[in-house]
């Protein structure tokens, strides 16, 4: 099963959020999910962005992809960073 962590679309008609999700890749874009791991609202300025950091990384290690829009999100909240920094530790902690 491919696993990506990527953007889930909310919210009124021109007045969009996300929801930063877990799913298969095989699911549609605003369908099922495994998990839901932080929100994004483009709206207001400086736009809102909630991450779940410790979720998010125990993701990265069992091999989820994230998509390019979750990538920055990921890299403005320190996240990616965190993750590869401490790689091999994350990927320690999943396989035992």
Not at 33 to 42: A, Q, S, T, W
Not at 53 to 79: D, H, R, Y
């Amino acid at each position: 099963m491919a696993v990506k962590i990527r953007l889930s679309r909310a919210g009124a008609k021109k007045k969009p959020f996300y929801h930063v999700v877990v799913a298969d890749s095989r699911m549609p874009r605003d369908g099922r999910f495994i998990e839901l791991v932080g929100r994004y609202n483009p709206i207001p300025d400086p736009s809102f962005i909630e991450i779940d950091a410790e979720k998010t990384i125990k993701w990265l290690a069992k091999g989820a992809q994230p998509s390019s829009a979750v990538e920055v999100l990921l890299k403005i909240k320190g996240v990616r960073q965190e993750f590869d920094a401490n790689k091999k530790k994350y990927l320690q902690e999943v396989s035992a």
